[in-house]
Every structure is written in C-alpha cells, then in structure tokens.
C-alpha cells in the first residue's frame, strides 16, 4: 500500500461535534496535532445521534484521495456503547442510560428515567391481549370502554337513589 492510500482512511478523534446544519459536522483529528474542522459526518438513514465528545472516535475518508475532501463514517464512543446485545437484537440508546431495544423474538423493551412523550394527530391504537399499568392513569378527555364512559356511569350514579331515599351525596363530579 503507498502513502498516498494509506492516508485516504484513517482512524480519528473528534471534538466540535455541530448539528445544527443539513448535515452534522465536526472537528477531526487526522494526525497527531492536524485538525481539519468542519468535516461532515455521515449518518445512516432514519437514525441520528450527537455523540458525547469524550472519547468520540471514528473512520475518515478523503473522497478520491483528496485531503480537502473529508467525511466522517458513522461515530463511535466506546466509553459509552450499550453493549450486550444477543444475537438479532437491534438498540438505541443515549449517553444517560436511556434504552431501546428491539429483541430477536420482536418484543420491544423500553427504559427510561424521563418521561416518555407521544404526540399524534391521527390517534394511539394498541392491539394486545391485555394492557398493563403500574401506577396512576390520568387522562383530560373521556375514559370510555364497551359499555360507556366513565361520565355516563358518573351521570347514572349521581342521578340513583334507593328505595324512594335521596341521592347520593356527595355528587361525583
């Protein structure tokens, strides 16, 4: 191999990592002490991150051998991989601990110590033999099953009484 393919792919440290553009950008370190800055760096399609500085490594190429024509393949951070992945899984994961993971048998497993948010014009629909909650459910709308909803039952309760007696009282509301 002659100098001139060998310096055409290298191993590089990154800093300055921008995403703030049409593509992300960053600063690599092709040599010891020579910085090229704003080198794009490639992503695969549908998948995005902004990799933690500390420890950013990747490959760089110089597009038909040319110096002033770089691009990062896709970053890595060893000192922040998920890792332990089985044989067919596939994850996502952020620098907090923050979990994806599609498993080989197509369950989904997701952790997380924030809040998880979906938001959609078109509506959350799930299929499953059943549903289960840990913890309080609270909702703004209507809660409704296959007999009604829970104001019908509010509605029907407030307006019971017994035996010719009162009604209840306190209403709910």
Not at 43 to 59: K, R, S
Request: proline share 5%.
């Amino acid at each position: 191999m002659t100098d001139t393919n060998r310096g055409m792919i290298r191993r590089a440290v990154l800093k300055n990592v921008r995403d703030d553009g049409a593509m992300q950008t960053a600063s690599v370190e092709v040599a010891d002490g020579v910085w090229r800055d704003n080198v794009e760096i490639m992503q695969p399609y549908g998948f995005a991150a902004h990799v933690p500085e500390d420890g950013a490594l990747a490959i760089v190429l110089a597009v038909g051998g040319d110096e002033g024509d770089l691009v990062v393949l896709p970053v890595a951070n060893p000192s922040a991989r998920m890792g332990g992945l089985k044989e067919g899984e596939v994850g996502c994961y952020n620098k907090s601990g923050d979990r994806m993971i599609l498993q080989a048998d197509g369950t989904l497993d997701i952790k997380t110590g924030a809040q998880i948010t979906i938001q959609t014009d078109a509506g959350v629909f799930i299929t499953a033999q059943i549903v289960k909650v840990t913890g309080d459910i609270e909702a703004t709308g209507n809660v409704t099953d296959k007999n009604g909803s829970m104001q019908e039952m509010r509605d029907r309760y407030n307006g019971h009484n017994h035996a010719g007696g009162p009604p209840p009282s306190p209403n709910m509301d």
